[in-house]
Nanobody, 121 residues
Framework: EVQLVESGGGLVQPGGSLRLSCAAS????????MSWVRQAPGKGLEWVST????????YYAESMKGRFTISRDNAKNTLYLQMNSLKSQDTAVYYC??????????????WGQGTQVTVSS
C-alpha cells in the first residue's frame, strides 16, 4: 500500500528553521510529482510547494517563495521541505502528498499523517 510518513515538525521561534521529511513507500516514487500541503488551525488546506518527478522543477505558493525549499532524493524515496525564516503564520500541520494538484489541494489521492509545525516565541 501507498504510505507517506512525515517527520521533522516541532516548535521553533520566529525566524528559525526546520526541515521536514516525508518517507514514501508502496509506489514508484520517482514516477510522481510530490507536494507539501498545510492546514493552519481553523483554516482550510493550503498548497505549499510541488516538485516534479525528477526534481527538475519546483513550485511555491507566493508566501513561501524565498523561504522554503522543496527537494527530493529518489534513491531514498524521500521528500523534503526546508523551511527558513519561519513566521507565526506558518504554524500548521504539514502534509506530504502525492501529485501536483496545486489549485485544489483536496484532490491529492494519498496523504501522510501530517507533522505539526509551531512557530512561536
Amino acid at each position: 500500500e501507498v504510505q507517506l510518513v512525515e517527520s521533522g515538525g516541532g516548535l521553533v521561534q520566529p525566524g528559525g528553521s526546520l526541515r521536514l521529511s516525508c518517507a514514501a513507500s508502496g509506489f514508484a516514487f520517482d514516477d510522481y510529482a510530490m507536494s507539501w500541503v498545510r492546514q493552519a488551525p481553523g483554516k482550510g488546506l493550503e498548497w505549499v510547494s510541488t516538485v516534479t518527478y525528477n526534481g527538475g522543477s519546483t513550485y511555491y505558493a507566493e508566501s513561501m517563495k524565498g523561504r522554503f525549499t522543496i527537494s527530493r532524493d529518489n534513491a531514498k524515496n524521500t521528500l523534503y521541505l526546508q523551511m527558513n525564516s519561519l513566521k507565526s503564520q506558518d504554524t500548521a500541520v504539514y502534509y506530504c502528498a502525492r501529485g501536483a494538484h496545486m489549485a485544489e489541494p483536496t484532490y491529492y489521492d494519498y496523504w501522510g499523517q501530517g507533522t505539526q509545525v509551531t512557530v512561536s516565541s
